[in-house]
Each structure stands twice: as C-alpha cells, then as structure tokens.
C-alpha cells in the first residue's frame, strides 16, 4: 500500500525565516494535495498539484511537484506566526476513491 | 469555514454508551468520507459513500456504523466502543469521489472510558 513520509516531524523558525517541508510517496503520485490543521481542528484545504513540475503559489506559501522523485515540498517565505499549525500531505489513493495522508508535521513560528 | 459542519465537537461515552456524530455540507458535492485521526498516526479512511451509496468500508469495525440518508448529511453511529476508539473523527466532502480536492468539517473529538 502507498505511504506518504512527511519531514521534517516537526520544526520550530523564527519569525521571518523561510522554511520547507517535505512529503516523499512510496509510489507514483497522481495528485497532491496539501492541507492545514490546527490543533484538534479540521483540515483547511491550501493547495492541490496534479503534473509533475507544477508549482503552485497562494501568499507567501508555494508547493512543488516533481513527480520523477515521486515528491513535493512546501515552501513558506517569511513566516509569520499564523503560519504555525500541522501541515499535512495527502495523496490520491490508487482506486481514486480517497486520499491517504502523511502523519504531518507541526510548525511552531517564534516572534 | 469550509461549509462542512459536525456536530458535536466533543463527546465523552462510556463503553456502554451508543451515540451518533452528525456531518453536514453545503457544499452540494455527491461524495462524503469519515476519517479517523489518533495521535501519532495518519488520518485513516474509514468510509466513502457516493450519491447516498457507501462504496468503500476501510475495515472498520462494526461497532462503527455509517448512515447516509442524502447527499448532504452523513451519520457514524457509535455503540459498544473501546478506549482505543478515542480519536478525532473528521468527516470531509469533494463533488465526486474521483480525485477530487476533500473539504474536511472541524471535526468530533472522542473520548471514550
């Protein structure tokens, strides 16, 4: 079965610094979605990439696809402290009827 | 606001107990999944109906029993849980179940004793 490997787990950044994090699928990747999750609360939808190579951008948060590494990233430039909370990647499934999800990871932004 | 809503936000139940959590959307998509969140792991599919019709069943327990009775709403009915059951339940829609983005509720935080 397909797994996503988010990383880091986790990281703390100083307010203002730019930071990446990772999510590597087992297998092809037919589309990927990136989500937003605040403790305990549901998942804010952020962006969704479907071809390799495709780079997607809302405010200062942009997502990369490279489908040959069967990976994408997730760029935040100049944090902000509301930028803090648990981001998540998700995959289709191969029957295409859900997504699986990485186990996410926790952003913590310092002021 | 994702115009997913569930109530209630928090439940605490006995073992003994039987509850349900109640997911509505707004969003007039056809599709609607639970997810089960546990600390430290990823979120799990549990169910996915299309057009009232459930069309996956993840290997859930059947101490957990979906109902779907429109396109709107969706139900997981609750009896006889474990301790291990206490999770996150977050219910989310999409327009179709095909590769479609989810839009997920705010979630039901369950404790069971």
């Known amino acids: 079965s397909q797994e996503l490997e988010q990383s880091p787990q986790s990281l703390i950044v100083q307010e203002g610094k730019n930071l990446t994090i990772n999510c590597t699928s087992s297998?092809?990747?037919?589309?990927l979605y990136w989500y937003k999750q605040k403790y305990g609360e549901g998942l804010i939808f952020l962006m969704m990439?479907?071809?390799?190579?495709e780079e997607k951008s809302h405010e200062k948060i942009t997502a990369k696809l490279d489908e040959k590494k069967q990976q994408s990233s997730l760029h935040i430039t100049a944090s902000q402290p509301s930028h803090a909370g648990i981001y998540l990647c998700?995959?289709?499934?191969?029957?295409?009827?859900?997504?699986?999800f990485g186990k996410g990871t926790t952003l913590s932004v310092s002021s | 606001e994702t115009g997913v809503t569930q109530t209630p936000r928090h439940l605490v139940m006995g073992m003994t107990n039987k509850k349900s959590l109640k997911c509505e959307q707004h969003?007039?998509?056809?599709?609607m999944y639970w997810y089960k969140q546990s600390a430290k792991k990823p979120l799990e599919l549990m169910f996915v109906?299309?057009?009232?019709?459930?069309?996956e069943n993840n290997s859930v327990p059947s101490r957990f029993s979906p109902e779907c009775p429109n396109s709107s709403h969706l139900f997981l009915h609750l009896h006889t849980l474990q301790p291990e059951d206490s999770a996150l339940y977050l219910c989310?829609?999409?327009?179709?179940?095909?590769?479609?983005?989810?839009?997920f509720g705010p979630g039901t935080r369950l404790l069971v004793l």
């Open positions: 109906y299309s057009l009232e019709e459930r069309v």
């Open positions: 969003l007039g998509h056809n599709a």
């Open positions: 297998k092809t990747l037919y589309g």
């Open positions: 990439l479907q071809k390799g190579g």
């Open positions: 989310a829609s999409s327009p179709r179940v095909a590769k479609e983005t989810q839009y």
């Open positions: 998700g995959a289709d499934n191969q029957a295409g009827t859900a997504l699986i």
